[in-house]
């Protein structure tokens, strides 16, 4: 009787929560994929059933080969999810309301869920439905959840998707079961991610907290047993107060894992809030992020975290290999036959690499240049010199991939298509328009401003490279007021001083895609009317509609035959020079560096600091002065008060 007892109370303490035997689970993440199929840079090196043959990074093959072995290297559940953005930034991209190729791989690949980032609303709520349509008719549809989005009652561009949601081909929320656990799934786009995403209008997203709650809730009244958000919000690694998830993790603690993404950030071990465990996995396909975990107690508890590098130390899957080549030759019939060319063609060649990052950079100098080149070649006459495009501008953020020279020094229709991938245009074709107006002096001031008092504030995608201009800035001086010269010119033709000031009423041609046009004209908002531009045409007209600016490749032609910007940039560099006549262009070696066309001059005297200063200067110093005033006057009070005693 007692070893009855006895066994009985063994059993009724083991199945209480808190004796529950440790239940293993393992999350392969990936975020940011962007579309990037291949490995890079270059593609022409990628050989991915070789190892050790080439330096390329990433690759959706290799990744497969990932997946593969650690599933097999487990004895417990597998789950493989993703943390959106997986569009956008590739040749393949171009094909994707038609064949929705990154969906169905994911679906092939085994992808348990993902979310849809930013970017999936580049090519508007009706563009995304067609993708998501075209990959459920192809059977390649994985589970996709997202929570936040509000749909308009009024405007009814996003109809098309609302139907897609209601249908049930997106879901708010998703439970799946792995090995006898039940994991609630749910996902979020942040407000920095919805800031980013003006073509998702009329759609608008939900303060990710709230929903969080929200779900949470409903996932634990379905007695899911974890709870995992798929979040395209993001890790600011220098201000982890300031991240969005981890803001998340502490407002909603019920979350055991979150599954970060947007900011691209490479997170080789994984935050922990209110035992939430956040993991990140950089971006464009480089990297893999494995978590394992138990289940104790009701919670998620850290087994181990690894991060893999996707480089050529991992042979590709030879199946999803060859379904991604098959891939690529649809993609050149499509987008690339028409102009004479395919995924490898080589456009040109180089001897050293053009990067982008932080300041002045030889691609970002070489992308602006582009833009100038284009319009004023083909959109602009000598005859008339008014027409002639003095400036252009180009934001850091728009600007996806460094173009490498490799082994070869060649550089494929791919890599350069890479380096500026995005947008859409006003006729719903692939790719950002290019628009050209008419600027004062003063405005062209103000549009360098974003990049010496908006760019720290915000971060790198508001770094902006410039062409046809130079300018010297003094950070010291006072937000919004800091360029001191700027010189209109080039390096072959000599730069003159630009008189900025606003007497000059004299207009002056500039040209950008319309997303940053767009975002120009509406800089003054975001900078309490300081920065107003308001863009012109030829004879100082405001334009209220920007797609009256739209640069027009052939005007023989009924209507407006855009000029995108990635088809600017491929001719630009078409036209380059064959310099040692083996047929192909090479790369001036201009571009080799910068130009000094950017330099900061920091400096805190006091006619550096009110130099051809403005009235925000002036009454910053007006205000300085009164403060300091106040301060003497309050200590001669006090000195004479001490002083009676």
Not at 76 to 100: K, Q, T
Not at 386 to 398: H, K, P, Q
């Amino acid at each position: 009787m007692n070893r009855i007892i006895a066994t009985s109370a063994i059993l009724f303490f083991a199945i209480l929560p808190g004796n529950a035997k440790p239940v293993d689970l393992t999350f392969i993440h990936t975020n940011d994929l962007h579309s990037h199929l291949l490995g890079f840079a270059p593609t022409l090196d990628y050989n991915p059933m070789t190892v050790g043959n080439d330096n390329t990074r990433g690759g959706w093959a290799r990744i497969q080969t990932v997946i593969n072995r650690v599933r097999a290297e487990r004895a417990n559940p597998v789950c493989l999810v993703d943390g959106g953005d997986f569009m956008m930034g590739s040749l393949f991209h171009m094909v994707a309301r038609e064949r929705a190729i990154e969906l169905r791989l994911m679906k092939e690949m085994g992808y348990d869920a993902t979310t849809l980032g930013n970017h999936e609303f580049d090519l508007k709520p009706a563009g995304l439905a067609r993708i998501i349509r075209a990959a459920n008719a192809y059977g390649g549809l994985p589970l996709i959840v997202s929570s936040n989005v509000v749909f308009s009652k009024d405007d009814h561009r996003d109809d098309t998707l609302e139907a897609v949601f209601n249908e049930g081909l997106v879901r708010p929320y998703s439970l799946v079961k792995k090995g006898g656990i039940t994991i609630g799934f749910f996902g979020v786009v942040g407000a920095d991610a919805a800031e980013v995403s003006p073509f998702a209008k009329p759609v608008t997203f939900l303060d990710i907290i709230s929903t969080a709650k929200r779900y949470v809730t409903l996932l634990k009244e379905q007695k899911a047993d974890l709870i995992v958000c798929l979040s395209h919000s993001g890790i600011n690694e220098k201000d982890l107060d300031a991240s969005e998830d981890v803001r998340l993790a502490r407002a909603v603690p019920e979350i055991d894992i979150i599954i970060s993404g947007h900011t691209h950030t490479l997170l080789r071990k994984p935050l922990i809030e209110n035992k939430t465990i956040i993991v990140q996995a950089g971006s464009y396909s480089r990297w893999v992020g494995v978590l394992d975990v138990s289940l104790e107690n009701g919670r998620a508890a850290l087994r181990g975290y690894r991060i893999i590098d996707i480089d050529d130390t991992i042979a590709g899957d030879p199946a999803l290999n060859a379904r991604i080549n098959a891939f690529k030759q649809e993609v050149s019939a499509a987008v690339l036959g028409p102009l004479g060319l395919s995924h490898d063609s080589i456009i040109a060649e180089t001897d050293f690499d053009l990067t982008i990052g932080e300041g002045e950079s030889n691609l970002g100098n070489l992308i602006a240049d582009s833009m100038r080149w284009y319009v004023n070649r083909f959109a602009s006459s000598e005859q008339d010199p008014v027409t002639r495009v003095v400036a252009a501008i180009e934001s850091n953020g728009l600007i996806r991939d460094d173009v490498r020279k490799g082994k070869t020094g060649r550089i494929s229709v791919a890599d350069l298509f890479a380096s500026f991938p995005l947008g859409i245009g006003v006729d719903d074709s692939m790719g950002y328009p290019l628009v050209s107006t008419y600027l004062y002096a003063s405005e062209i001031k103000k549009a360098l401003e974003i990049l010496t008092s908006v760019y720290p504030l915000k971060g790198d995608d508001y770094f902006i490279q410039v062409s046809g201009l130079r300018f010297t800035y003094n950070p010291r001086r006072v937000i919004f007021d800091r360029v001191t010269d700027i010189w209109l010119g080039d390096a072959e033709r000599g730069y003159r001083p630009l008189d900025y000031s606003s007497s000059n009423k004299r207009l002056y041609r500039v040209t950008a895609n319309i997303y940053n046009a767009t975002f120009l004209k509406l800089i003054g908002d975001f900078t309490f009317g300081i920065l107003t531009i308001v863009p012109k045409d030829r004879d100082g007209k405001p334009i209220e509609d920007l797609t009256s600016a739209l640069v027009d490749a052939d005007p023989r032609t009924p209507g407006i035959q855009e000029v995108k910007e990635w088809q600017s940039l491929l001719t630009y560099v078409r036209s380059f020079k064959d310099l040692n006549g083996n047929g192909i262009p090479d790369v001036p070696s201009r571009y080799r560096g910068k130009e000094r066309r950017i330099t900061p001059e920091p400096s805190f005297n006091p006619v550096s600091l009110l130099k051809r200063g403005t009235w925000v200067t002036w009454a910053a110093s007006g205000a300085f002065i009164a403060a300091m005033t106040l301060v003497v006057l309050a200590g001669f009070l006090v000195i004479k008060r001490l002083r009676k005693r």
